[in-house]
């Protein structure tokens, strides 16, 4: 979507997006800056961060991995300082390098993973309540965790990616029932992603001994037979961040054109 046909619905709002270098992150930062909002990103990959500094105008790229509890300390601070609040907590961070089926997975591979995918997701809400709380006008704001379809449709060659994605979605639901029994108008959402044609799934295609075939395979998951494009899935981060879903807490959203709805059938 051209950013001149998107609104200014985030204007002054303050965001931070974890793993915005690459992939749905990336197109995160690139969104919900161009609908208003001041967007803080984290992420290891400082090469690929300046190239989407220089595609969201404005946007302000901090290296910090999510399992780093110290660090979370320091770059909150930053954004208090600088801003005095925070609106929109995009929980966006996740790996899967190491996993395997139950059987096989190490257990530093299985920490790795649960330390990014489960850890690091519980740190930023943590720390990203603890300052929308003390917002000027008392405590607001949104979070959304990026979960994946595979919370409800476990695989059993990725183990611990499986089970963390199940993970967080309960702790966005935990999450948000904590913010609304203590009378915070702070909001807590998952979305579960199927599969997004983001570069990394391009270059899987692309390296693939048929690569049209290795495509036809990943279109053929979902019931629409096609994958989902980045711009859609931010669309929905984009919507849960705004005051338009100000009722919508403790939802689990799923964007996989179907594929978990049920059977393909026979």
Known sequence: MRESALSKRLDGKVALVTGGTTGIGAGAVK?????????????SNE????????????AIFKPHRVQDEAGWTQLMAEIR??????????????MEAGD???????LDGWNAIVGVNQTGVMLTLQHAIRVMRDNPEGPTGSIIVNSSMNALRAMGNFVAYSVTKAAVVALAKSAAVHCGNQGYRIRVNAILPGVVETDLIRGVIDRAPDPAAARR??????PMKRMAQVEE????VAFLASDE????????YVIDGATTAGTMGV
């Open 31 to 43: 969104r919900l800056a161009a609908e208003g909002a001041i967007v803080y990103f984290t992420g």
């Open 47 to 58: 090469s690929a961060a300046g190239d989407v500094c220089a595609s969201a105008p404005g």
């Open 81 to 94: 300082r600088d801003h005095g609040r925070l609106d929109i907590a995009f929980a966006n961070a996740g």
């Open 100 to 106: 395997g089926s139950v059987e096989d997975i190490s």
């Open 217 to 222: 395979q990943f279109e053929g998951m979902a």
């Open 233 to 236: 899935v931010t669309g929905l």
């Open 245 to 252: 879903a100000a009722f919508i807490s403790g939802g689990e």
